[in-house]
T-cell receptor
Framework: SQQGEEDPQALSIQEGENATMNCSYK?????LQWYRQNSGRGLVHLIL?????REKHSGRLRVTLDTSKKSSSLLITASRAADTASYFC????????????FGKGITLSVRP | DAGVIQSPRHEVTEMGQEVTLRCKPI?????LFWYRQTMMRGLELLIY????????DSGMPEDRFSAKMPNASFSTLKIQPSEPRDSAVYFC???????????FGNGTRLTVT
């Protein structure tokens, strides 16, 4: 079963705009991670936020975590055409033997 | 760091044939995961190993699927007999310890006709 569910399923924006993607989950977690997947390739880890953290930054990425609402958001600022990819959230569920469960992903298209 | 290496990259086989997918994790990583990705079901965890021992195989669809990790540098996922509904991209991933970021291979695209 899917633990994380991303929203929206697809997002199309103009280059230079910001992209916001959301993820909701159901159970207690140790951490939440965001990954990116380019067509025909494996997933690549972007950023990890622990359950006791509320916000984290990495370059043009900003991740927030609200454990009371069981939700996270990924913000990509000043998007580029090269950001076009699928984005996934994954949760490390507490007490689940450290297996990561992925959502179905968000398809982001950045128009040049 | 060569990354996680999977082979073959593509596999086309006929229904009923045996299929073996291979994975070499990153050296020093203690956990190895097999995932399957389809449009309909997304990314599903099939099985994962910790220190070469299978920890959770609850995602393995049925007895036709089996996975082994004979040593720290090699794992196989076998489907016997294969069926058209097994067509998917199969990913192997590894990490250093539980909950740490996963490193994915580029996957094996399996087509069963």
């Amino acid at each position: 079963s899917q633990q994380g569910e991303e929203d929206p399923q697809a997002l199309s924006i103009q280059e230079g705009e910001n992209a916001t993607m959301n993820c909701s989950y159901k159970t207690s977690i140790n951490n939440l991670q965001w990954y990116r997947q380019n067509s025909g390739r494996g997933l690549v880890h972007l950023i990890l936020i622990r359950s006791n953290e509320r916000e984290k930054h990495s370059g043009r990425l900003r991740v927030t975590l609200d454990t009371s609402k069981k939700s996270s958001s990924l913000l990509i600022t000043a998007s580029r055409a090269a950001d076009t990819a699928s984005y996934f959230c994954a949760t490390d569920e507490a007490g689940a033997n450290s297996k990561l469960t992925f959502g179905k992903g968000i398809t982001l298209s950045v128009r040049p | 760091d060569a990354g996680v290496i999977q082979s073959p990259r593509h596999e086309v086989t006929e229904m009923g044939q045996e299929v073996t997918l291979r994975c070499k994790p990153i050296s020093g990583h203690n956990s190895l995961f097999w995932y399957r990705q389809t449009m309909m079901r997304g990314l599903e965890l099939l099985i994962y190993f910790n220190n070469n021992v299978p920890i959770d195989d609850s995602g393995m669809p049925e007895d036709r699927f089996s996975a082994k990790m004979p040593n720290a540098s090699f794992s196989t996922l076998k489907i016997q007999p294969s069926e058209p509904r097994d067509s998917a991209v199969y990913f192997c991933a590894s990490n250093r310890q539980g909950g740490s970021p996963l490193h994915f291979g580029n996957g094996t695209r399996l087509t069963v006709t």
